[in-house]
């Protein structure tokens, strides 16, 4: 089964605008009509209405559920790419919402996963002083070995003196209690999906400053990130229909 004719219905998203154009440079043919698209894709993420009308099609998509179709953010070049990006967006923020270098600041990432280290690894060569906050024995022996201390979550409860904290764990990490740890002056970017990391409400409560990161990627490099979405959709295909 060959695919070539597309449709992309949804495009209030600009990185749908820039996958497409990705694509009609590999010489997909882009059709406005979904009745006449071997294939549909749909943004991230994608939502239940969004499927409708779609039954009896190849659909790409980004968290969605569908049967008949492919999660592009389950293939792990797709979130490899992402989290550079991810990191990549996180630096820019944080340059913009703080008066000091990063060189040397104290910073704290919450999470070692892909984004976790894709952050690492972009600020440590800024030269920032880095802790890494994780569960496993695996995660910890890999932040050591890339030259980052390392703490366990029982430990935010202690006194915490980060002048940065990134987190990228999608559950309430921050509490009262270990919010009352911080310096009163630290900047908290919360990149985690929903519902983040930190009670927001105690924090507005102490003054301490919480950047919203979610959704990175559209914010700072959405050319890039709509390509990535159309790399992934290519390699989908190449690996699945030809």
Do not use: W
Request: proline share 2%.
């Amino acid at each position: 089964m060959k695919l070539k004719k597309f449709s992309v219905p949804f495009v209030d998203d600009k990185r749908m605008l820039y996958a497409k154009e990705f694509l009609e440079k590999k010489n997909y043919q882009y059709v406005s009509n979904n009745e006449k698209a071997d294939f549909v894709l749909l943004p991230v993420p994608s939502k239940k209405y969004m499927f409708d009308g779609l039954e009896d099609k190849i659909v790409f998509y980004g968290m969605g559920d569908y049967n008949n179709g492919f999660d592009y953010m389950k293939y792990e070049s797709y979130v490899l790419k992402n989290a550079i990006l991810t990191a990549e967006g996180a630096v820019t923020l944080l340059e913009e919402n703080t008066s000091y270098s990063l060189f040397n600041s104290k910073i704290l990432i919450v999470g070692y996963g892909r984004i976790g280290k894709a952050l690492h690894k972009l600020l440590d060569s800024y030269g920032a002083n880095i802790t890494i906050c994780s569960r496993s024995k695996a995660s910890m022996v890999d932040a050591n070995y890339n030259g980052a201390k390392h703490i366990v979550f029982s430990q935010l409860k202690e006194e915490n003196d980060a002048d940065i904290i990134i987190n990228t764990v999608p559950n309430i990490v921050f509490t009262k209690c270990e919010l009352e740890k911080m310096k009163h002056d630290v900047l908290i970017l919360d990149l985690a999906s929903f519902p983040g990391g930190v009670d927001n409400h105690f924090a507005k409560i102490m003054g301490i400053n919480v950047l919203n990161g979610k959704g990175m990627p559209c914010k700072y490099t959405e050319k890039t990130a709509g390509y990535i979405i159309g790399e992934a959709v290519n390699d989908i295909i190449e690996e699945e229909f030809n």
